[in-house]
């Protein structure tokens, strides 16, 4: 035994043992080169033995939603194998109808996507499968389709709308610079928390109070968007370090604000004060026998994933459309003229004499404001066929979820011949869909809302090529809602202000779940007449 130490430093030392490691180097080398030089001509992303695309996706991790239209625009459909799994994006509508519709029952959310999301949205409609998500979207249809829902939904949206123009009204007094973006996340979250779940949490206060639940859940979903790219991220949340820690202390924060809100909705049930909201149904669903919704565990996923769907979707269309009359002054100005005429036409109808306002007398202006949302309705919203597709134009450029993930449970090929592997993950980009030449034509990546009228009336298009609202059996039941609490909004903030970004102010998004801007929108804000 001895023997053989003294004689392994003379082995390691040896021709033999140098050779053999010379000859694994250059064969190491040589795969790597031969490996690199294969993809010379393939489009998509390259990648490299082992880790596949994984530096080129880290590199690009902060505009990946343009690094992936840049491929896109190249090769319809791109392939981008990564440690543990690999995705396939796709832009071209026939492969979305086939993921989204034609073979809907081989693209589920999946396990691993599940995975990713469970510890913020858990069983919830966004993130379950399978009987799980049939029973709660046949519960949330019910309710959205409800007429007194609808009808509470346009007076608690004119009620917000209204509290944001009064502290527009304000800022625009003392010349502030505010952001819109967290304006509007206050709106929606204070809207949907009455809409849904029938309690007020007051975010749009006029002092415009610090809410650790918002700044918790944007946190959240910040580092579970991280863990679709981040290989090490079930080591990290072992280990309780780093963005693994920082998000369980977020979900803490956020379950603790749920949960409290549960137990109210539920106090007021057993005190016969029981409301018609969303909430209240699922309560009251989780009575009957495996529903599904007997626990306060069920009942906080219900209530995260229409959050997310309510408060986070709606307000970053709303700051991109800010962004973009901002950017495009002439459309702003068009916007104003269809809002006034408008609001004559309405005044006709109520026979109701408008009142004269001077923009600098806060009283006057305030009653201006004031009288036109009175205006405002389901139906007449309707009529607004300029800033309707104003609004969807945003949508087709600037999707609230910019890409989709789906997984494949097996084989099969795309209908451009893509090969498909079970367990890989396939995923539609609203984001890229919205700037295709072969999609929309040469000014696809133009802001050109007059794409959505014909002879003056809203024209549609396909789900699978506009797919802001996603398609198929999954299509979003809260679109029409959505709709009206945007327009009802920005029929009110269109007609009575006009924005101004802060100079230098940089717009960019940030890589979370929604395409939320990562240092909001600064703006300066000023009263029409």
């Given at each position: 035994?001895?023997?053989?130490r003294?004689?392994?430093?003379?082995?390691?030392?040896?021709?033999?043992?140098?050779?053999?490691?010379?000859?694994?180097?250059?064969?190491?080398?040589s795969?790597?080169?031969?490996h690199?030089?294969?993809?010379?001509?393939?489009?998509?992303?390259?990648?490299?033995?082992?880790?596949?695309?994984?530096?080129e996706?880290?590199?690009?991790?902060?505009?990946?939603?343009?690094?992936?239209?840049d491929?896109?625009s190249v090769?319809?459909?791109?392939?981008?194998?990564?440690?543990?799994?690999?995705?396939?994006?796709?832009?071209?509508?026939?492969?979305?109808?086939?993921?989204?519709?034609?073979?809907?029952?081989?693209?589920?959310?999946?396990?691993?996507?599940?995975?990713?999301?469970?510890?913020?949205?858990?069983?919830?409609?966004?993130?379950?499968?399978?009987?799980?998500?049939?029973?709660?979207?046949?519960?949330a249809?019910?309710?959205?389709?409800?007429k007194?829902?609808?009808?509470?939904?346009?007076?608690?949206?004119?009620?917000?709308?209204?509290?944001?123009?009064?502290?527009?009204?304000?800022?625009?007094?003392?010349?502030?610079?505010?952001?819109?973006?967290?304006?509007?996340?206050?709106?929606?979250?204070?809207?949907?928390?009455?809409?849904?779940?029938?309690?007020?949490?007051?975010?749009?206060?006029?002092?415009?109070?610090?809410?650790?639940?918002?700044?918790?859940?944007?946190?959240?979903?910040?580092?579970?968007?991280?863990?679709?790219?981040?290989?090490?991220?079930?080591?990290?949340?072992?280990?309780?370090?780093?963005?693994?820690?920082?998000?369980?202390?977020?979900?803490?924060?956020?379950?603790?604000?749920?949960?409290?809100?549960?137990?109210?909705?539920?106090?007021?049930?057993?005190?016969?004060k029981?409301?018609?909201d969303?909430?209240?149904r699922?309560?009251?669903?989780?009575?009957?026998?495996?529903?599904?919704?007997?626990?306060?565990?069920s009942?906080?996923?219900?209530?995260?994933?229409?959050?997310?769907?309510?408060?986070?979707?709606t307000a970053?269309?709303?700051?991109?459309?800010?962004?973009?009359?901002?950017?495009?002054?002439?459309?702003?100005?068009?916007?104003?003229?269809e809002?006034?005429?408008?609001?004559?036409?309405?005044?006709?109808?109520?026979?109701?004499?408008?009142?004269?306002?001077?923009?600098?007398?806060?009283?006057?202006?305030?009653?201006?404001?004031?009288q036109?949302?009175?205006?405002?309705?389901?139906d007449?919203?309707?009529?607004?066929?300029?800033?309707?597709?104003?609004?969807?134009?945003?949508?087709?450029?600037?999707p609230a979820?910019?890409?989709?993930?789906?997984?494949?449970?097996?084989?099969?090929?795309?209908?451009?011949?893509?090969?498909?592997?079970a367990?890989?993950?396939?995923?539609?980009?609203?984001?890229?869909?919205?700037?295709?030449?072969?999609?929309?034509?040469p000014?696809?990546?133009?802001?050109?809302?007059?794409?959505?009228?014909?002879?003056?009336?809203?024209q549609?298009?396909?789900?699978?090529?506009?797919s802001?609202?996603?398609?198929?059996?999954?299509?979003?039941?809260?679109r029409d809602?959505?709709y009206l609490?945007?327009?009802?909004?920005?029929?009110?903030l269109?007609r009575f202000?006009?924005?101004?970004?802060?100079?230098?102010?940089?717009?960019?998004?940030?890589?979370?779940?929604?395409l939320s801007?990562?240092?909001?929108?600064?703006?300066?804000?000023?009263?029409?007449?």
């Amino acid at each position: 035994m001895e023997q053989d130490r003294h004689l392994l430093p003379i082995l390691t030392q040896s021709p033999t043992f140098q050779q053999c490691t010379l000859v694994a180097t250059i064969a190491l080398f040589s795969w790597i080169l031969i490996h690199r030089w294969s993809q010379r001509n393939k489009t998509g992303p390259k990648t490299w033995p082992l880790i596949g695309a994984s530096i080129e996706l880290l590199k690009n991790y902060d505009r990946m939603h343009d690094w992936l239209a840049d491929h896109l625009s190249v090769s319809k459909t791109i392939t981008v194998p990564l440690p543990f799994t690999t995705y396939t994006y796709i832009a071209e509508p026939s492969n979305v109808a086939h993921v989204l519709k034609t073979n809907f029952s081989n693209y589920p959310k999946g396990e691993l996507y599940r995975s990713y999301m469970d510890v913020l949205l858990g069983d919830g409609i966004f993130n379950a499968d399978g009987e799980m998500w049939r029973k709660q979207r046949k519960t949330a249809s019910f309710e959205f389709a409800s007429k007194n829902l609808r009808d509470f939904s346009t007076t608690v949206f004119r009620d917000y709308a209204l509290k944001l123009s009064n502290i527009l009204c304000n800022v625009s007094i003392i010349h502030q610079d505010i952001d819109m973006q967290d304006l509007y996340m206050r709106m929606t979250l204070d809207s949907i928390c009455k809409v849904g779940f029938g309690v007020e949490i007051g975010t749009l206060s006029p002092d415009l109070p610090d809410n650790s639940f918002a700044h918790a859940f944007d946190e959240a979903n910040t580092i579970v968007t991280l863990r679709f790219i981040d290989p090490f991220w079930r080591i990290k949340r072992f280990l309780n370090l780093g963005s693994e820690a920082l998000l369980e202390r977020s979900i803490k924060v956020v379950d603790d604000f749920t949960y409290n809100m549960i137990r109210r909705r539920k106090a007021e049930w057993n005190n016969n004060k029981m409301k018609h909201d969303i909430l209240s149904r699922f309560i009251d669903l989780g009575k009957e026998p495996e529903s599904g919704f007997d626990s306060d565990k069920s009942l906080r996923d219900v209530v995260l994933n229409f959050v997310i769907a309510g408060r986070d979707t709606t307000a970053t269309t709303l700051s991109w459309f800010t962004y973009m009359i901002i950017t495009h002054p002439k459309i702003a100005d068009k916007l104003c003229m269809e809002l006034k005429g408008f609001e004559e036409q309405r005044a006709k109808e109520e026979n109701i004499k408008l009142i004269t306002c001077d923009k600098d007398d806060d009283h006057s202006f305030e009653s201006k404001v004031s009288q036109f949302a009175g205006l405002l309705n389901y139906d007449s919203l309707g009529k607004l066929s300029h800033l309707t597709a104003a609004i969807s134009e945003t949508l087709r450029l600037y999707p609230a979820v910019p890409q989709d993930p789906k997984g494949a449970i097996r084989d099969d090929v795309l209908p451009d011949g893509t090969k498909v592997k079970a367990g890989w993950l396939v995923t539609y980009v609203p984001y890229s869909m919205g700037r295709m030449v072969y999609n929309w034509g040469p000014d696809a990546k133009c802001f050109k809302p007059e794409r959505w009228l014909k002879d003056g009336f809203l024209q549609s298009f396909s789900p699978f090529k506009f797919s802001a609202f996603q398609a198929g059996p999954r299509i979003c039941l809260g679109r029409d809602s959505a709709y009206l609490q945007m327009k009802m909004t920005l029929a009110i903030l269109c007609r009575f202000f006009e924005f101004k970004l802060v100079p230098d102010h940089p717009v960019h998004y940030r890589m979370m779940t929604v395409l939320s801007m990562a240092q909001g929108l600064k703006v300066r804000v000023f009263r029409r007449s």
